[in-house]
């Protein structure tokens, strides 16, 4: 043994050390930390949507010995946390909201300080069973057979991505055939199926942006004429893409029917539930999903419709073994791990081997609330967009959107001459945002700028559409006014 090697590792091991932590800094980090989010739920309803303030994170360099816990803790409260959007909050009714139960940050505590290794069965036998339990779940609840399978993904665009590399390969799309294989989607499918398309190298497919119906639905019948004709011209439908609950409006496409679309050209159908998805817990909404259980894939979204923190998507595959055949790789280095195979290991069905431990921010919430509390939340959001309706309709110039299939809706001030309209509601977004108790976001809708409404934060309540309403109420008077004193 050589001494100058011992002396070595007796120098650097103090230091090395550090990183252990001793208990009273474990306890003094642990106390500023959970203080910190404690009073950041309490306060949470009372908190800004939006805060416009400047950044300066950079001013904390990295250097060799760290900084004091009060110099980390106001950097990241006062410089990383505060400004732009609040997700957590209740007052974010823009885009599509997210949320962020307790239950599951204090389930990411724990799976971070175990890091079990979820992704192999035979290094995490029960983290690994308890993802499979999640999936064989949402199997049940949207109606898949029980041979489906599929996996917890870091989110919606993941979870598409999947799902439509796993199409290509079930349908046997290649090189050879590329050209003559069509994809269905429509204008307000979400662009990460888009970005998917491209991503999975399918990019060379004839696709088509079905049109929509009044509603913003798919327009079936225009939809069925598109795949005649392109059968006609030697074409063959490859792959359906349809929305439960689109980002722009909410809207459901007639699923059942494109179900029966899809079955006849036989073609793989593919729901994007990322959004919409959970409101299927809600025994008066089921009908509206009708036509889920008949698709191919389907991907849903916990870190919406579950109010889970961001970071965890669904993706659901009724034919198990295609979604293995596309995922599946054996490594030489890994035959130990292999040989123990009581239950399928979600490194065989994703893209991911090394991954975090998702599942328990999932199911420790389930475990402790129940689905009770999840189905009223739903169900809350819902009568929350209908309240909203009926107030809005009351200010004088603000048009509302058609009847909204789920809790996203959308609405405009036209009272505003000729093409003042689009600037004037994209003033009317920048004031709501700078009021800053709530945000909204905006989009163009049939080529008009319209301001949407996206009520899913399990945080949002009747006093948040209220606060929205009175400030829509004052600014649209504003608006008003204006126009009476310039003829
Ligand atoms: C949010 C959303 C997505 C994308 O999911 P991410 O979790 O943001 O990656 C896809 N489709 C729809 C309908 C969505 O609302």
């Not at 803790?73 to 006062?78: A, G, I, R, V, W």
């Not at 169900?379 to 996203?408: C, M, N, W």
């Not at 505003?416 to 809708?445: H, M, Y």
Request: glycine content about 8%.
């Amino acid at each position: 043994m050589h001494k100058d090697l011992i002396s070595q590792l007796e120098t650097i091991e103090k230091e090395a050390r550090k990183l252990e932590m001793t208990p009273d800094e474990k306890e003094a980090w642990t106390r500023m930390i959970t203080n910190s989010g404690l009073e950041m739920t309490s306060r949470m309803s009372n908190l800004p949507a939006f805060t416009a303030s400047e950044t300066e994170v950079r001013s904390l360099v990295i250097n060799e010995n760290g900084h004091t816990i009060e110099a980390i803790m106001s950097t990241l409260e006062k410089e990383v946390i505060q400004p732009g959007l609040n997700p957590a909050s209740g007052g974010h009714m823009g885009y599509i909201p997210g949320g962020g139960l307790y239950m599951s940050a204090l389930g990411d505590y724990m799976a971070d300080i175990t890091n079990k290794y979820a992704g192999i069965y035979f290094a995490a036998p029960g983290a690994v069973a308890m993802e499979n339990m999640l999936i064989e779940w949402l199997v049940n609840v949207f109606g898949y057979p029980s041979d489906a399978t599929g996996y917890l993904a870091s989110g919606g665009s993941m979870a598409n991505l999947s799902a439509i590399v796993t199409a290509r390969d079930a349908m046997g799309i290649n090189s050879t055939n590329i050209t003559t294989h069509v994809i269905y989607g429509s204008a307000h499918m979400h662009h990460c199926l888009n970005k998917a398309i491209r991503i999975a190298g399918l990019s060379e497919c004839p696709y088509r942006n079905i049109p929509l119906d009044t509603h913003h639905r798919m327009d079936t019948r225009a939809l069925k004429s598109q795949m005649e004709l392109d059968i006609h011209n030697g074409l063959q439908p490859f792959l359906l893409i349809g929305s439960a609950g689109t980002t722009d409006t909410g809207a459901i496409d007639p699923l059942h029917e494109m179900a029966n679309l899809a079955d006849d050209y036989q073609c793989w159908f593919h729901v994007d539930a990322a959004y919409g998805g959970f409101f299927i817990l809600l025994p008066d909404q089921k009908e509206k999903f009708k036509g889920i259980e008949r698709s191919h894939s389907l991907v849903t979204d916990p870190h919406k419709g579950m109010f889970l923190p961001y970071g965890t998507g669904v993706l659901l595959v009724r034919d198990g073994q295609a979604l293995r055949n596309s995922h599946y790789y054996m490594a030489n280095y890994m035959q130990d791990a292999h040989a123990h195979a009581e239950e399928t290991s979600p490194a065989d069905l994703s893209p991911e081997l090394t991954k975090h431990w998702r599942g328990l921010r999932m199911w420790l919430p389930l475990m402790h609330h129940g689905l009770s509390p999840f189905r009223a939340c739903l169900k809350e959001k819902l009568l929350l967009t209908q309240y909203f309706r009926e107030k809005a309709t009351l200010i004088p110039h603000l048009e509302l959107g058609p009847a909204p299939d789920l809790s996203v809706t959308y609405y405009r001030y036209a009272g505003s001459p000729g093409s003042q309209c689009d600037a004037d509601n994209l003033w009317l977004t920048e004031e709501i945002r700078k009021d800053g108790r709530v945000f909204v976001s905006s989009s163009k809708i049939d080529g008009k700028v319209c301001i949407r409404l996206a009520v899913l934060s399990f945080r949002t309540t009747q006093q948040t559409i209220d606060t929205l309403i009175d400030i829509l109420t004052r600014k649209c008077a504003e608006l008003d006014g204006m126009y009476q004193q310039t003829p």
